[in-house]
């Protein structure tokens, strides 16, 4: 069997559900900065590109007027510098940040094994969105999850 996995760059489409379309092209387009590549009125979906075209996109398809029952989870990359500042931005946005265990934050989390730089936040349905950063440091895997601040003092 020929596997591909190694010539695979990336992942380029996410996809959500979400209850009210307008409102969560909103929340992707003017708070979190992406930008709106289509809206398809007749499909009740719209897309946005994470980063440049060619680098990503994120589609959200309403899925009816009823809440939602299910959520998920992705991350975004992100620079060390933008992740640094996302508690100020985020918290600006008037969007709480969070740490690995959904408690709120006030600045971003290391998770060591990886070594990734990590901060997490809710969209309007309550989707986990994670905006990470692989750190280039070695791995700690006993180092668990916890705060930058720590990852620093170890």
């Not at 265990?101 to 600045?107: A, I, L, M, R, T």
């Amino acid at each position: 069997m020929h596997q591909i996995g190694g010539h695979i760059q990336g992942l380029y489409e996410t996809h959500l559900p979400v209850c009210n379309l307008e409102r969560s092209v909103a929340f992707y387009r003017d708070r979190l900065g992406l930008e709106l590549a289509r809206v398809i009125q007749e499909r009740n979906v719209a897309f946005l590109f994470v980063g440049d075209a060619r680098t990503g996109m994120l589609g959200l398809w309403q899925a009816g007027h009823g809440p939602l029952h299910m959520t998920l989870h992705f991350a975004f990359r992100a620079t060390e510098e933008v992740i640094l500042d996302s508690c100020d931005r985020l918290t600006a946005e008037g969007i709480s940040p969070q740490g690995f265990y959904g408690e709120q934050v006030s600045e971003p989390v290391v998770i060591g094994w990886m070594p990734a730089l990590s901060i997490y936040f809710k969209d309007p349905d309550g989707h986990s969105i994670e905006m990470l950063h692989v750190m280039d440091a070695p791995a700690d895997p006993g180092f668990g999850v916890d705060s930058y601040s720590a990852w620093k003092r170890r």
